[in-house]
């Protein structure tokens, strides 16, 4: 059991390119979440996703970033036009269907430097 | 709006001593509460749950205890070793939310 695999584990991006993070979830898992860690701050929750479907966005900025959980394949968290202030770790975490966020199970997480 | 707190934000001591890590959270509708560990460059590594029901949990030298009336919990590290340096996370569950909410962390170090 792999756990939950996060790539890339590092990622450098310039002012105004895109980045993508990847999150493929534990076997058997179907429910994901995003959290974000901003550096000397604590983890935030940024969505909330099962396959095809956003159930929960609420801690997702409004503009430039977006997220899916496809039938197939990881779930994506998506970055467009990247700023100097979306610098961070990017969490995503598993559970298993209706366990609720109690159960999580997190990545090593996808650090973030935008120049 | 659930938030989380924890004292102190940072912490050093030498080898050998017990010692306390506080978090507190201001609604106390939680399902449960969790400690993880954080080491740096990694992801999280969780400790302890404690159900809402329950009063504390433990492991090895991991005691943690919950107090849901007052929002507060401790989780107490006994004959602490250079090796249990590291951020230690608590995060509550429960609410309207199903998500968990983060407190800021205590950063931990112990010294040989």
């Known amino acids: 059991n792999a756990g939950v695999m996060q790539n890339p584990r590092h990622l450098v991006r310039r002012r105004g390119q895109e980045a993508r993070l990847r999150c493929s979830p534990m076997k058997g898992h179907s429910h994901v979440y995003w959290y974000r860690q901003l550096p000397e701050e604590g983890l935030k929750f940024m969505v909330y996703l099962q396959k095809e479907n956003i159930i929960d966005e609420s801690g997702m900025p409004k503009e430039r970033f977006s997220a899916e959980f496809p039938k197939e394949g990881p779930s994506i968290l998506r970055i467009q036009q990247v700023v100097r202030g979306d610098s961070a770790a990017y969490f995503c975490?598993?559970?298993?269907?209706?366990?609720?966020?109690?159960?999580?199970?997190f990545g090593a997480g996808s650090r973030l430097t935008v120049l | 709006k659930q938030e989380v707190t924890q004292i102190p934000a940072a912490l050093s001591v030498p080898e050998g001593e017990n010692l306390v890590l506080n978090c507190s959270f201001t609604?106390?509708?939680?399902?449960?509460l969790q400690w993880f560990r954080q080491d740096p460059g990694k992801g999280l590594t969780s400790l302890l749950l404690?159900?809402?029901?329950?009063r504390e949990q433990t492991s090895g030298r991991l005691n943690a205890s919950l107090d849901k009336s007052s929002g507060r919990s401790t989780l107490y590290i006994a004959a602490s070793q250079p090796g249990d340096s590291a951020t230690y996370l608590c995060a509550v569950y429960g609410g309207a939310t199903n998500k968990l909410i983060f407190g800021t962390g205590t950063l931990l170090a112990v010294q040989p």
């Open positions: 975490a598993s559970s298993p269907q209706d366990s609720g966020a109690n159960v999580l199970t």
């Open positions: 404690i159900q809402s029901s329950q």
């Open positions: 609604d106390s509708a939680i399902y449960n």
